[in-house]
């Protein structure tokens, strides 16, 4: 009897065992507090809802993570934001294509910060360039993603100080082929097979999801995939897109509230109540045609994008219920599987034709107002802005990333949108104003330097009342700021004193 009795109490014990390793929220936020980098509960719930934590595991109806790994992200987002003044979208990418433990992003933020930031004998602009550089490295700005533990950290210091060079009062960061260089990287050929390809596509740098608690899949690829050309989107970046876009639209559209169905000109309530969710993909198509093309890589289906769609069903309400099926808001993301599948990037942008056919799909009801938001995950064509499908009963915004944080909105003003355009827009109202504080911020680091203020906003496609926002946080933070209005133009400058 000693034998099976001692063999279930050591798989109890093992069991318990794995379960310790898991900690609450309230847990977090204690031990986090000790450890020097607080974070609260309601911050752990923020970070989750925008897409910058994974959703956490459940232990019976307990929300957790696994110890290590969440205190080690969390100790990462804090440097990445107050040592390093990075911003969510940033912080965002960084983790949604975090390959390894995040212990090894938080050990190299810290040695970056204590041994090159703070103690380090380079110049306060050579500084800036090497931070700008580091973070450039993780997020892909300068062609390819490196993992944090794979960035040398001595060789990058050492081409910023010898060839970033002044001109004027600007100081000059060295190009991106020699901080490349320096990391052993090289910038990749364009493939002779893409040679016909549309212009380049704006590499994300806007939306992610953390990859699991516990792991993130490596993307298994033939060796042309892994320096991808210049401008090309990856397989992982497309789904990165992707997760994040019908994310942001299904928090964005909880909060709209009511929505107005132009077909009969009134406004309906848009709450649990009174709409129902739709949630489908393309997952099953995915797979056949990975089939078709014999490539068997799970690492690959998990990093791919799956065409998805989240829907809501908006009914009006009457004394018995749910009645007739009013408005439906709908958001879709199309991207070009099958060069994904083939060589885990795409340069082609989507078509008119491209939109035309995702729209098909949605099998378009008379008597029922329609409006849909399509993300191509590789950018639009611009046939396909001009060619915005439109219908008695159909609103279409087609949409694309910006390549900077952002993402560009395209369709055709009407008053008939009553607001629900908004919530195809990914990025929040705050995320805006904190791009283009980084903005504002970056242009005016050479003393004497000036910015035109209306061409920020056109330059980045901000409103003027959140430049305006973000030009007051900076003017009452910085007393070296001044505006001014030269030729009745607004100019934003940097003293020289």
Known sequence: MSGPHHR???????????????????????????????????TLRFYVDEGILPPPKKVGKTPVYEEEWILNVLLSIHLMKTRFNRSLTEIRVILGTMQEPPERLADKLSVLYEDFVRAGSLKPLERAGLIDAFFDLLTGKLGQILQASQVKLGALV??????????????????????????????????????????????????????????????????????????????????????AYVGRFKAKFERLGRVHCPLDGKGYKAGPREHTFVKKDRSSDVIELMKRLRVYDRSLLDALPLNEMREFRVQQRGLFGRGDLKVVVSALCVSPIEDLVRQRWSKRKLTAADAKRALEELELKDGVFHYVGLLSTTGWQLDGPEQIPTRRNLLACLVESRGDGAWKLHYVPDDAWGGVETVFDPETEEEKVERVRGAMTHQLRPKGEFIILQNLCEDLDVPRHLVQTALDQLLEEDPELAVMTVGGRDILKRSRL
Do not use: H, N
């Open 158 to 243: 050492d081409t910023i100080g010898r060839e970033g060079r002044v001109e004027g009062e600007a100081w000059l960061p060295p190009a991106p082929e020699s901080l490349l260089a320096s990391q052993g990287l090289a910038p990749a050929a364009p493939a002779e097979a893409d040679a016909g390809a549309d212009a380049a596509a704006p590499v994300e740098a806007g939306a992610s999801v953390a990859a699991s608690a516990t792991e993130a899949p490596a993307l298994a690829a033939p060796s042309s995939a892994l320096t991808p050309p210049e401008g090309a989107i990856t397989a992982r970046q497309a789904r990165i897109q992707e997760t």
């Open 8 to 42: 279930l109490r050591s798989i109890g014990k093992t069991l318990q065992d794995e379960e310790s390793r898991f900690i609450g929220y309230a847990e977090i936020e204690r031990k986090s507090k000790e450890l020097g980098f607080g974070m609260s509960v309601r």
